[in-house]
């Protein structure tokens, strides 16, 4: 391999590699000399180049470009080491390709108001999904799925009454599933996703409000992202409209749901063994 020529390595502010990234390099008079993409780590190269000086313009779909004078040895060579391509219209998503969420390291967590006066918090110990991110990142993707009779408030009771037709119905709707369709920026770190839910016999468009945390190594060898999304649903949307009204007019059960998910993925189709 040539190891002449502009060489850059393209990557975001997070590290990872932006392998569709491409170097174009005009002289100074505006002239396109060259043109390369980078490769699967991030890295670009032209061919050799007349000694003299460049201009190099690194650029990304999804990204801002970046812009910076080469001087070419006799050699033929240069470079520029690692040029770091911040997201346009705020923070970026981790690497494109598909996410396993990992139930043992995640929540999904349902809190209503009750009497008016606290919270009750129900947890769905069983659930499970995949997040597609796309090289626009607008158009990634989310599917989850969760076991309706595994709702638990920590009341034998109560969890028996939630299971039954008076609230999520699990006999006749056994899953629960929400449809990610794609994102938008809400500023830094903040996503919202637009999706569906499916909910008893009721499909509605639910938005989450995602906030990003980070990737990074887990023990296992693989690769990690977290995430925590929010939204707010109105019970009666959903065909769950039982309640008791007790004396002075006061709803036993709030009318909108707080669902509230705590969410690790792992890079990759499948979960780590172990």
Same mark, same amino acid.
């Given at each position: 391999?040539?190891?002449?020529?502009?060489?850059?390595?393209?990557?975001?502010?997070?590290?990872?590699?932006?392998?569709?990234?491409?170097?174009?390099?005009?002289?100074?008079?505006?002239?396109?000399?060259?043109?390369?993409?980078?490769?699967?780590?991030?890295?670009?190269?032209?061919?050799?180049?007349?000694?003299?000086?460049?201009?190099?313009?690194?650029?990304?779909?999804?990204?801002?470009?970046?812009?910076?004078?080469?001087?070419?040895?006799?050699?033929?060579?240069?470079?520029?080491?690692?040029?770091?391509?911040?997201?346009?219209?705020?923070?970026?998503?981790?690497?494109?390709?598909?996410?396993?969420?990992?139930?043992?390291?995640?929540?999904?967590?349902?809190?209503?108001?009750?009497?008016?006066?606290?919270?009750?918090?129900?947890?769905?110990?069983?659930?499970?999904?995949?997040?597609?991110?796309?090289?626009?990142?607008?158009?990634?993707?989310?599917?989850?799925?969760?076991?309706?009779?595994? +709702?638990?408030? #920590?009341? =034998?009771? $109560?969890?028996?009454?939630?299971?039954?037709?008076?609230?999520? /119905? *699990?006999? &006749?709707?056994?899953?629960?599933?929400?449809?990610?369709?794609? +994102?938008?920026? #809400?500023? =830094?770190? $903040?996503?919202?996703?637009?999706?569906?839910?499916?909910?008893? /016999? *009721?499909? &509605?468009?639910?938005?989450?409000?995602?906030?990003?945390?980070?990737?990074?190594?887990?023990?296992?060898?693989?690769?990690?992202?977290?995430?925590?999304?929010?939204?707010?649903?109105?019970?009666?949307?959903?065909?769950?409209?039982?309640?008791?009204?007790?004396?002075?007019?006061?709803?036993?059960?709030?009318?909108?749901?707080?669902?509230?998910?705590?969410?690790?993925?792992?890079?990759?189709?499948?979960?780590?063994?172990?």
């Amino acid at each position: 391999m040539d190891e002449r020529g502009l060489r850059v390595r393209v990557v975001t502010k997070n590290g990872w590699a932006i392998h569709h990234a491409v170097i174009t390099v005009t002289d100074m008079t505006g002239e396109q000399i060259a043109r390369a993409p980078a490769d699967a780590d991030g890295v670009a190269r032209t061919r050799p180049l007349p000694a003299g000086a460049y201009t190099a313009i690194v650029t990304a779909v999804g990204h801002m470009p970046s812009v910076s004078t080469a001087m070419v040895g006799q050699a033929g060579a240069a470079d520029l080491g690692t040029v770091m391509l911040a997201h346009q219209g705020g923070a970026e998503l981790p690497p494109p390709g598909p996410w396993t969420i990992d139930p043992a390291h995640s929540s999904v967590v349902v809190t209503a108001r009750h009497l008016g006066l606290s919270s009750v918090h129900a947890r769905f110990t069983e659930f499970g999904g995949s997040i597609q991110v796309a090289e626009h990142v607008e158009h990634s993707r989310v599917a989850a799925e969760i076991k309706a009779a595994t +709702v638990d408030t #920590a009341v =034998a009771m $109560r969890d028996d009454h939630l299971r039954s037709a008076d609230f999520l /119905d *699990v006999e &006749r709707f056994p899953l629960i599933t929400y449809t990610g369709t794609h +994102v938008a920026s #809400a500023g =830094a770190d $903040r996503w919202t996703v637009h999706g569906e839910l499916s909910l008893k /016999d *009721v499909r &509605r468009p639910v938005e989450l409000d995602l906030h990003y945390l980070g990737t990074g190594p887990d023990p296992w060898g693989g690769t990690r992202a977290a995430f925590r999304a929010t939204t707010e649903l109105r019970r009666s949307d959903f065909s769950i409209t039982y309640n008791q009204i007790l004396s002075g007019g006061i709803a036993a059960i709030g009318t909108t749901l707080r669902v509230e998910l705590d969410i690790q993925a792992v890079q990759g189709e499948r979960l780590p063994q172990g």
